[in-house]
């Protein structure tokens, strides 16, 4: 019955296939096409002017300062989110918190279903220089020389916007790596402990390696979501002071509909494509993905 | 048998869109004569969102043919979509829009209809407006949009600090710096300011700038078109220094709070003096009462511009050039500026309508009176200055400003930035 019909899976995936097509690759291809050329959002005709949107781009300083905050964006990303996110699931799933660890589990997670909007307009209070809490808790514990108007200072701006990503996001990495916790076979631990091992040795020798393939997913997760973030700088500092805190996707944004060049900003998509490509190609090659698990 | 219940089920089906064709047809032919017009502004928030809701009502009551539909979005959300709506193949019929560059940019693209043949036809809703208004919605001669409500920007004081301390109202820009450094020595926020959306710098920049600068140099300057105009005239970089001056005034971290938080700040007290809009008048004198003052910015030492005059423009509402019913459309326009309409939104959304005579005492305060005199008795009125120039120049003044504010850059550097943005836009006319 199957192979009289071998045109019917087709059939089958061919609503998907389409709608991919249409909302994902249409508009992929058309963006890069769109990118050599020179147009407003409301002009009737299009200029075509090469890669001169790109040269024009690779000669912005903007550019690099966006790039270097989203490449500060994934380093921290990395090192809270999965690091920490992988730390934090080992001790919650660990026999001692046993009693505590769904409250936490809990608590944690409760910033990830939080809309981010809601989360951004909340650490604009935050971190207000008059009445924020971040600087009354410093001058609080006698501090006072470090208060600062955090999202209002070059130096600052962009790292206090990363810091609220962390917050919101470790929970959701956290949850990743508990699932995967659970599936490892209780057998590894017991053959751990029987050799000697202490906590420390059994983290580092049984969890890490056997959560291997969903370090891959996190980390692939948290780097492209490093290069695609948007709104938390967009709400929280709108790419200032200057330029200070722009990342691509703001630059993309200020570019598109502040200063009306679409295809400087189609431009910019397209480097944010491609950066997006190369970073998850260089990790599948790293982890070889799917050979084991 | 399977067959033909797949035959059964779609042929029910396809039987099922055409009848639902031919319904929707036969309703649409009972209404043949309602005409839908989409109306798109930019107050979602109260009460001005009320107030059209309401107007629109009432309009649809006397026109029974015509039907409005309201969408809105707020300021800077409303000014990147816009743009991309009238792009479309579907764009609104009524929009709103800021005068100057702003309105210039539709108009130049052939978005808007020319409304010039209206205006003039009917003298007796024209002639009551405050004709200079119409100004900022005029290129090469051709009207595009009719002026909905005027607003200048002026410097607000706190009547109760400034008797507390014994300071008088500042007549000139050192008076300012000497009776904010009073205030500042008394505890207080001298000036409140929120740089974070960064149009509140422009309106700083444009007032400054008409005071240090001769008025030709800056017609010269602001022209697109004009390829001389370079901004090279050494009153812009000293514009930037007097507003450095105030910058020990401010709030801490200007760069970090928005407009609203300094319009708070003044409001509960803490700060004595704020750079605002007439138009606020509405929202802070239920707080401050007879404690709120207003005064014009006031004049610089050594500068070279018209000491008596003004920031200030017209918004307005235009019509797209694609819309269907350009009668009706226009209906509505008339509707929403007559002088009974002005009256009413003087009073309940606290916008003074470009409408002659709709100020008066029974719908508005002394201090309101007293700034729409502001703005009639000034000598020159400006537009607001991100409105005034291409939004490329714009957009260099006010990000270099931010860094200037941080510490991060000098007047000079600033206005070098300006310069090349400048050379940018022009060249590419």
Redesign the interface.
Known sequence: MLHTKKWLPYLYIAPCILFMLLFVYYPIVENLRFSFYEFSAFSPEKTYIGFENFLNLFKDEVFYIALKNNIWYAVISILCQVMGGLILAAILEDPITRLVSSMFRTIFFIPVVISITVIALLFTFIYNPDIGILNGFLSLIGMEEHARAWLGESETAIFAVIAVSQWQSIGYIMMLFIVSIQNIPRELYEAAEMDGAGRIRKFLSVTVTQVREMFFVASLITLTGAFTVFNEPYILTGGGPGNASEVLGTLLYNSAFFKDQMGYASAVATVILVLSLIFSLIQLRLFKSGEDG | MKKLLILAIVSILSLSIIAGCSSSKSSTASEKDVVELRFFHRWPNQPKKQYFEKAVKEFEEQHPTIKIKTEAVLNDSY??KI??V??SSNPPDVFFSWSGEFAYNFAR?G?SLNLTDYVKEDAEWSNEFIQSQFKPFTLDGKIYGIPWSTDGKAFFYNKKIFDELGLEVPKTWSDLLAASDKIKKAGYTPIGFG????WTISHYIGSLNQLMVPQDVINEDYDRKNAEGDFSHPGYVKALEKFMELEPYF???????DHE?SRE?FKSGKAAIGFFQLAEIGLIEPTLKENLGVFNIPGIEGGEGNPNSITGAPEGIMISSKTKHPKEAMEFVKFLTSKEKGIEQLAEVSEYSAVKGTTNEENASKLQQEAIDLIANAEETYLWFDTAVD??IV?AYL??T??M??G??TPEQVMKDVQKAVKDVKSAQ
């Not at chain 2, 709030?251 to 709070?257: H, I, R």
């Open positions: 000014k990147e743009r991309v009238l792009g693209s978005q740089s974070k959306a960064p709030n801490k971290g200007v760069n970090s709070v938080y700040l939004i490329k957009d990000n270099g931010q860094q504010l941080d991060k850059k």
